[in-house]
Nanobody
Framework: QVQLVESGGGLVQAGGSLRLSCAAS????????MGWFRQAPGKEREFVAS????????WYTNSLEGRFTISKDNAKNTVYLQMNSLKPEDTAVYYC?????????????????WGQGTQVTCSS
């Protein structure tokens, strides 16, 4: 069993930055690839980014235009999502998830464990 707890969300003005963290407990963190998803009000949950267990491989949704960066610190059992140049359309609840595959993609069914989410609100 893996427990995931997100933090770092909040209110930011357009053009600002936030760094989300997701702390994991339970099994050996380096054995798990990690992903970030988000869900805006009235919309389906969508894939943001994923990273392999080692942290050497990443996968991003095309729509981010290079504004977000996912990283993983296995010594701290934590995965991060650095979000720059935030836009109002980035407003959503952000979830981290853990997967036992090498590099999971955009499908939610690829992930085995989920956090409770953290709210990110970007005002114009």
């Amino acid at each position: 069993q893996v427990q995931l707890v997100e933090s770092g969300g909040g209110l930011v003005q357009a053009g600002g930055s936030l760094r989300l963290s997701c702390a994991a407990s339970g099994r050996t963190f380096s054995n798990y690839a990690m992903g970030w998803f988000r869900q805006a009000p009235g919309k389906e949950r969508e894939f943001v980014a994923s990273i392999s267990g080692s942290g050497r491989s990443t996968w991003y949704t095309n729509s981010l235009e290079g504004r977000f960066t996912i990283s993983k610190d296995n010594a701290k059992n934590t995965v991060y999502l650095q979000m720059n140049s935030l836009k109002p359309e980035d407003t959503a609840v952000y979830y981290c998830a853990a997967a036992r595959t090498v590099l999971p993609g955009p499908q939610a069914y690829e992930y085995d464990y989920w956090g409770q989410g953290t709210q990110v609100t970007c005002s114009s």
